[in-house]
Structures are given as C-alpha cells and as structure tokens.
C-alpha cells in the first residue's frame, strides 16, 4: 500500500513553532489547528517537534516525512461526522537528548515566533537539581530556560526575538507557572537580571485552556488496517479525535498572541482573552461537572458507558437536569454562550465512537467532586433559596459508590447490581479515602460522616441548610430501591 508521504506535496514553510511534545493531542489538536492555518489564512508555517524525554524516537516519523492523518468522528450539531485531514504543518521530529546540538540550534532560528508544550501536569515544576550544563537538563523549563538563554545571547538582547509560549499542560494558569519556573531557574543558575528582564519583557507566557478528547491510534484490532484501506494508504500515525475543540489562550497583550498564531482568522474554535477563568469555570462545571455529577449513580444503575447513559430513560432526564437547570445559571458568561457549549458537551457524550467507561471516570471522585460540583451546588442553593435536588443526589450516590467498598486482596472492592446480579468493581482514590470508607462505609450514618469530612471538603457539608436530610433521603432511596430509583425522584421533586 501507498505511504501517506506519498500521497501528498508537503510544501517547505519556515518553522515559526518550537514543540515540546509529539504526543497524540499536541498532534490532533496544535498541529492540526495550524494545518488549517496554513490553507486558510497567509500564516505559512511549519512546527519542529521536540521529544523531551530520554527514549527512541517513533520511526514512523521519519517514514512518514512527519505526515500522518487526523480523523475526526463524533456528533456535531446534531450530526455524525467521520472525517480526515492529511496534516502536513510538521516539518520534522527531534530528539533533546539524542539531537540536542540541532535542537539548541533553532534557538536562532529568525523565523521563530512561538513555543508550544504539553510535558504532563508533572512537567512544569521547579527542579533545583537541574543542572544549566546537562545537555539538555533533566526538567522542561530547564530545557526552556537554556534554549531561551541562547536566543537572548545569539541575538544579543533584541526584545524584537522574543517568543510567544504556548504550555497546553493540564494544569491552572500554566504560563504563570512556567514563568516562575524559569525565573527560578535563571536565580539559580546565576543567568543575570538583564536575561530575566528579557524573558520577562520580549517573550510572553500565555496560561491557556485545551478541550478535545483525543484517543489517538486506533486499538481495536484490524480497525487501523480498515481506516487505512479506506483512505487508500498507510499511515502507522494515525490520531483519532473527536470533532469538539477549543483553546482559549489568556495573554497579556492579546493582539500580539493573536498575529503570533493568527488561529482564529483560520475559524477555528480558538478564543484570545485577557482572563480565562470564566471558560474555565464553564468547562470545570459543565463538562467536568456533568460527568462527576452522574457517573457515580449511573454506574449504580448498572450502566458502563458514557453514550448509553444519553440514550437511558432515567439517566438523560438527571444529566439534562444538572446541567440546564442547575450549574448553567451560575455562570458568568453569556448565557447563549453557556448553552452552545452545553449543547456540545451533550453531543461530545453521545459520540458514536468512543466507548467512554464510567469506572474510569470515576477514579479520584471525591476530590472531583469537590473540585467540580461543589461550587456549583452552594451557588444554586443561594441563588434559588433551596438545595438543587440532582446536585444533591449526585453527593448521595458519590457516598453509595464508595460505602459499599471493603479491602479484598489488597485492593478496595465495592459490589453494584447489573441485570439481577452482584458484580465486584474496583474503587481507585486517594489513600485517605479508602481509610474513610474502610471504616465508616458500614456506619448507618456514613452520609453524615462523609459529609462532616472537613478534610474532603473543606467545610462541614451538614451546617448547608437542608444538606443533612436531603443527601440522607437520597442514599436511603438508593440503598433501598436503586440509583435509578433515586435520580428519578430528584428529577421529579
């Protein structure tokens, strides 16, 4: 069969993007949106990706002169979509540590704007081990503080050579982060005031929000051969992804992020603002919040798959519910922009082709909960007077999922019923949790207990006017009739 490479014109084009990164999302989500950039606007640019880690280079890249295929599938605006973009906007694949002479040398690159990254939550920390001589040193913004450092040198302090960075690290304002961390590092390396004032000055740290759900390559036997028979080539690279994307990206002089990736002239779903804190807490509460809202129940009811649950006569009604009727009227944006994005995340959860498990949904639940109801459900309780019922029940069958767990081989086992019968399922959290539910799972007051936690929820849920008698009629419902039975009586109060 045909190589994908040689399927295709991959156009040269100044690199303009350094990436750390050559992951699955940076690839179906930063590369794929300036792909598009370079058929739809006068950007013309390339992206050189960078491997941080130690290991092998995938060989595919090189095969594939780094063209691979995007497919998208999922529903949008209500209809199923199964496309491919060929993506040519990687011009090539290196190695900080096997390349690192090619790697240090595109720090002058003239061509140069910008630096994307997605290192993991980990990657952005402040190792005070790392060592400006290593070549390259250990951490990300190690690496990032030495390339900088030599831009700063090559060219001589010219402010007008400094870069926009991008981090898509999963983690709160992100550019705030990296900046620390190298500022740090340019203290601990004893780099000078003047480099920090450029760092500080001529480059911008952008904090930035990412959304699209990427599976990358696909897993299901012979489901890559059939992709590949279909496109009329071999791509060993494929990225799978659904068709939902949004990158909002906080700066601090907007107009300068906006020229460096002009991404949005391209129309794609990218958002340039001076404070992302309002999408974030629409993504944290909608999406996020949707999911640890009725997970938990779901499961109990005996379900297994995010998609199954849209179509469940009992279920659907909860999520509709917890979503329309209580979180979106605590947030602060527009609200047709809340309810366009309330409408994809219920489209994102019907996707046809992803087989989304609700026990991995539900590791770390407690701490979800907190992070990602919690507000919403003190918010609605004070804006309306009254306790919102799913969000409430949602606390109640959070308890139910874990009170029925007890320590089995090692691990923390709790029982649901699926078509008649017991089925063991395996419960993942924090150790502190576990210990909770070890001892007081059992307790007829485990509700109240759980609760009362102060280190779980930093209150005691029990001083919530009507918190107390609420959750406890919920978990009593669930314990004795079913999660069903008891999401259907939230619905309906």
Not at 9 to 18: N, Q
Not at 259 to 277: C, E, H, K, M, S
Not at 381 to 390: D, F, K, M, S, T
Request: hydrophobic share 40%; with cysteine.
């Amino acid at each position: 069969m045909t190589n994908i490479k040689d399927t295709v014109c991959k156009p040269s084009r100044p690199v303009k993007v350094l990436q750390f990164g050559e992951g699955n999302f940076l690839r179906a989500f930063v590369d794929y949106m300036i792909d598009v950039a370079n058929e739809k606007t006068d950007y013309n640019g390339s992206v050189v990706l960078v491997q941080p880690i130690n290991a092998p280079l995938m060989k595919f890249f090189g095969e594939q002169d780094s063209v691979y295929s995007v497919v998208l599938r999922g529903k949008e605006n209500g209809v199923t979509v199964d496309d491919v973009r060929v993506v040519t906007s990687v011009d090539s694949v290196i190695s900080a540590y096997a390349d690192f002479n090619k790697f240090m040398s595109y720090a002058e690159c003239e061509t140069l704007e910008a630096i994307v990254s997605n290192t993991t939550e980990a990657g952005i920390v402040f190792d005070d081990g790392d060592s400006f001589d290593a070549e390259p040193p250990v951490s990300y913004p190690g690496k990032l503080t030495k390339f900088l450092y030599a831009r700063y040198r090559h060219f001589a302090g010219d402010a007008s050579r400094g870069l926009v960075i991008y981090p898509v690290e999963l983690i709160e304002n992100n550019g705030r982060k990296l900046l620390e961390c190298v500022n740090s590092l340019i203290d601990l390396w004893g780099l000078g005031e003047e480099f920090k004032a450029w760092v500080n000055g001529a480059c911008m740290f952008c904090s930035t929000l990412v959304d699209r759900i990427v599976t990358g390559y696909p897993k299901k036997p012979g489901e890559a051969d059939a992709i590949c028979e279909k496109l009329g080539y071999k791509d060993n690279l494929i990225d799978i992804c659904e068709p939902f994307g949004l990158w909002v990206i906080e700066a601090s002089d907007t107009e300068r992020a906006r020229r460096t990736l002009p991404l949005d002239a391209a129309g794609l779903p990218v958002i340039f603002t001076d404070d992302q804190r309002p999408y974030r807490e629409r993504k944290v509460r909608i999406l996020n919040g949707a999911h640890t809202s009725f997970v938990p129940a779901a499961f109990l009811a005996g379900e297994s798959i995010v998609r199954d649950c849209m179509a469940h006569d009992v279920i659907r009604p909860f999520i509709d519910r917890c979503i329309y009727v209580e979180i979106m009227p605590t947030l602060t944006l527009p609200a047709d922009e809340v309810k366009a994005f309330a409408d994809s995340v219920c489209e994102r959860f019907e996707n046809p082709f992803i087989d989304h498990e609700l026990i991995s949904i539900c590791l770390n639940s407690v701490s979800k909960w907190k992070a990602r109801v919690l507000k919403s459900l003190l918010e609605s309780a004070e804006a309306n007077g009254r306790l919102p019922e799913c969000l409430t029940m949602s606390f109640a069958s959070l308890c139910a999922f874990y009170a029925s767990g007890e320590m089995k081989d090692g691990a923390f086992v709790g029982k649901r019923t699926v078509d008649g019968a017991e089925v063991e399922y395996t419960i993942s959290d924090d150790a502190a949790v576990i210990e909770f539910f070890a001892e007081n799972g059992k307790c007829d007051d485990v509700i109240v207990r759980f609760a009362a936690n102060e280190a779980f929820w930093g209150m005691d849920l029990n001083t919530v006017e009507g918190f107390t008698e609420k959750s406890k009629a919920y978990y009593n419902i669930i314990k004795t009739d079913g999660a069903a039975a008891a999401m259907k009586a939230a619905v309906e109060a």
